[in-house]
């Protein structure tokens, strides 16, 4: 079932287009990868999304519903945005970072309430991260804040996550582990995941749909094993790359920058 | 939170409310005062065994001012607390943004053309807003606004508020000159029932909608695109956010006068008692705190000398070397050890 579509999208901030003519449909259940160099338009097109960028015209519909025309408190419950991770001002703990997924579901006066601590509590637990609860959010690796991120979107109970750049200064293992627990999140809740990657190694391996970005375009756009090629590599990054096939993967090899 | 820490600081405004009872440049002996206050509570409407001047500074000069330092340590308190937190900015109160000193120079302006207690606080409200708003477009760049850039037009703002100020007294006529210039001290001492009844609405809906939104602020302090992105409308929030603070700060300038540091000084004091951020706890300990910490700062300035002394100056001497030590300390990680 197609949870997102985005329709001839294209937004500029004033100056220039960044985004021009971007098409893009999202099955519930599978990971599209928007992948690109620095500067192709991946963050801005996740903005538009999910309307933190507002373009011109609506383009971008939820299970039919156009996102420009949704209250946040609406949108939000829908879609989960996972930022890359940063640091807050204020050391709350992890587990109050968690519970702030669970705000679209409160009135402006409202406090949480036992059951979405229980929630929480769960979306907590199915990042493996339930024992740092009580930890400050400020005190925790670089990967686990992503995880705890990944957990706050997970209490929004949405029909969509979008992560921006979840690898984003991560080592090996982490950057693995992290993608590791989003596809198992598309897979058994049913998630429409879109996330943005500048490793086209890590796209291959994670993604059911590639949407390759260049110029705030998408050049090509299909299944990882017809994107990942030679051709495209050099197209989008200036990269001669041999493409390393050994029957169960592929792995793009940079040889030289062209 | 604990529970000893809670009953501490539930319990903490109340016993310096019974102290300052006691004090004071007029003596009254200790037990009389004791008897007094079981009489007045058991049976209200007998006949009084003490003088009627007694009665008078206890109950008519006595508990207004300590009432009205209560309800002025909530509004300052609870104000920069959120303040605080929707700016994400450990550094900043209503004094720093100029708010204080905006509702200050609508405060003067209506003592010194119409004298009515309504229109005083009316005008102090909106010049503090007002205020607020040159000091927030001044520090607002593109990305947000930074701290320094929000205490510098701060600064700017209060001062030319200031000369507003001084201007007003320069043109105000004597008669009313002394009305203007009481109230300038910064001092609790122009109380009485009457203003502490004419700010009590203000302070209360003021505290109640911060208090509600206490969950909210945790939210509002995470960045604008991450609080929107969780399902808030920023701009509506962090405004009725704004005006509970102004209203709540410049109804108790009107009568009070310009009493700064307060606002600053008593979140990071409830932050770094309740090790935690978090405001659903922060916010109720910075009302317990700043109302008792404001009391003892008045007691302080009609006791410590054997003239009043302007509680202002009292707040600054305190709060200043604070603020140097917060800045020191890195600001956002003061209350984490």
């Known amino acids: 079932m197609e949870r997102v579509i985005v329709e001839d999208l294209s937004f500029s901030y004033g100056y220039g287009f960044e985004l021009r003519d971007i098409s893009l449909r999202v099955k519930s259940g599978s990971i599209v990868t928007l992948l690109g160099p620095n500067g192709s338009g991946k963050t801005t097109l996740l903005k538009c999304i999910n309307a933190l960028l ?10 039919g519903k156009d996102v420009l025309k949704m209250k946040e408190s609406e949108l939000a419950k829908l879609m989960g945005y996972v930022p890359q991770s940063h640091s807050p001002v204020f050391p709350y703990t992890v587990l109050d970072v968690v519970l702030m997924g669970r705000t679209s579901y409160l009135n402006i006066f409202q406090q949480p309430s036992r059951a979405d601590i229980d929630k929480a509590e769960e979306a907590l637990k199915s990042v493996g991260l339930y024992s740092l609860r009580d930890r400050p959010y400020t005190e925790i690796s670089g990967g686990e804040r992503q995880l705890v991120l990944i957990a706050r979107a997970l209490a929004q109970e949405p029909k969509v996550i979008l992560l921006d750049e979840p690898t984003a200064h991560l080592d090996f293992k982490n950057q693995f582990k992290v993608l590791r627990v989003i596809k198992e999140v598309a897979r058994k809740r049913d998630v429409a995941v879109i996330m943005s990657l500048h490793d086209p190694n890590l796209a291959y391996l994670f993604s059911d749909v590639i949407a390759l970005m260049k110029d705030g375009r998408i050049v090509a756009c299909s299944d990882p094993n017809s994107v990942i090629t030679r051709e495209n590599i050099r197209a989008v990054y200036g990269i001669d790359a041999e493409i390393v096939d050994n029957g169960r993967g592929k792995l793009v090899l940079p040889l030289e920058a062209v | 939170m604990g529970k000893t820490s809670f009953t501490i600081l539930v319990v903490l405004p109340f016993i310096t409310s019974f102290l300052s009872l ?28 003490w003088p009627a001047t007694y009665e008078t500074i206890i109950f008519d000069i006595r508990l207004p001012r300590i009432v009205l330092a209560l309800l002025g340590g909530v509004a300052l ?35 010194a053309v119409i004298p009515y207690a309504v229109s005083i606080q009316l005008s102090a409200f909106i010049f503090g807003l007002l205020a607020f708003f040159i000091t927030y477009s001044i520090a607002k760049t593109r990305s947000g606004t930074p701290i320094v850039s929000l205490i510098l037009a701060g600064v700017i703002v209060t001062s030319l508020f200031s000369a507003g ?13 002394a009305g203007v210039v009481t ?12 203003n502490v009844v004419s700010i009590t609405p203000s302070v209360f809906i003021g505290f109640i909608a911060l208090f509600l939104m206490r969950w909210r602020l945790n939210v509002l302090s995470m960045g604008d695109e991450e609080a929107r992105s969780l399902g808030i409308n920023v701009e509506r929030d962090r405004f009725i956010v704004l005006l509970a603070a102004t209203l709540m700060v410049s109804s108790f300038t009107s009568i009070a006068g310009i009493i700064g540091w307060i606002g600053l000084m008593v979140p990071h004091m409830a932050r770094m008692f309740l090790r935690s951020p978090d405001n659903r706890v922060v916010i109720p300990a910075s009302a317990c705190i700043g109302s008792a910490l404001l009391l003892l700062a008045d007691d302080a300035a009609r006791c410590l000398t054997t003239y009043e002394l302007p509680v202002g100056v009292l707040t600054t001497i305190g709060g200043a070397p604070f603020f140097l030590y917060l800045l020191k300390r890195g600001g956002a990680r003061a209350w984490r050890e």
């Open chain 1, 54 to 63: 507002k373009p011109k015209t609506s383009c971008v519909y939820v299970d």
């Open chain 2, 22 to 49: 006691f004090l004071g440049s007029y003596i009254i002996p200790p037990e009389t005062i004791l008897r007094m206050i079981f009489m007045k509570l058991i049976s209200p409407s007998t006949h009084s065994p």
């Open chain 2, 77 to 111: 308190s609870v104000s920069g607390a959120s303040l605080q937190t929707v700016f994400r900015n450990p550094l900043v109160d209503s004094y720093i943004l100029g708010i204080s000193a905006g509702a200050g120079f609508g405060a003067a302006l209506a003592i």
């Open chain 2, 165 to 177: 100020i001084s201007l007003i007294k320069f043109f105000t006529d004597p008669h009313r000159l």
């Open chain 2, 183 to 194: 109230w300038l001290m910064g001092s609790l001492a122009v109380s009485g029932w009457g």
